[in-house]
């Protein structure tokens, strides 16, 4: 029978280990699922990225956050995980009356394409994290274009949205996330443009069973 066992490391924070056997400790690792990223460790081949369902309080879940878009916070860019080094796309789906708290759309995409990305603006910049927000400044218009070209290029080569995630302005705090299903899907745009794609706000909060 499956089970969770929970281990506390003091450098990676608390993980859920999956491991075949413990009933008991499934118990206690289902009740601490709601407070972390989940590891699951059946296949050995998971990364530890795979939101578990529903609201959690979670601080800091990664390590870099590189904003492509703005608006009173972040809108669209990537997120990387310091434990796994996975990386999601993320664009913004919708927010509440305040702005602060966002719901967005989660796409995984080959940390690679992270790479190059940031190799690409650390031309203009130097990468400050764990929260980078690029001033694309370049020496000249031609080379901004390219630059941008090339970014939507990567950004091109994500994944389907995968989770949908609500968290705070600066994405560091997440308050739930859920994996998307089909009906929900329905309300995603075929593609993102930096604004909160649909205006209800409710829909997406009970989605993920946020409270109010
Ligand atoms: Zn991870």
Known sequence: MPGYIQSRLPALGMINWFVAGDSRQAAAGVDFMGGDIMVTRDTGEQSCCEFSSGAFPKREPFG???SLNWYDGTTS???QCSRCSAVFKYDIVDWDSNQERRIFAFSPINS???DHIISLLSASA???WPFWNPS???D?????NRVAFEVDACLSRAALVEYIVAADRMLQTLFG?????????NRLPETFDGLPASDDFNYWRE???LDE
């Open 112 to 114: 690679a394409e992270f």
């Open 177 to 185: 996330a859920k994996n998307l299903s089909d009906p929900a899907r």
């Open 140 to 144: 000249s218009p031609k080379e901004k």
């Open 207 to 209: 989605y993920i069973g």
């Open 136 to 138: 694309w400044r370049f």
């Open 77 to 79: 860019g990537l997120v």
């Open 64 to 66: 870099k956050v590189l």
């Open 126 to 128: 130097s990468p400050s």
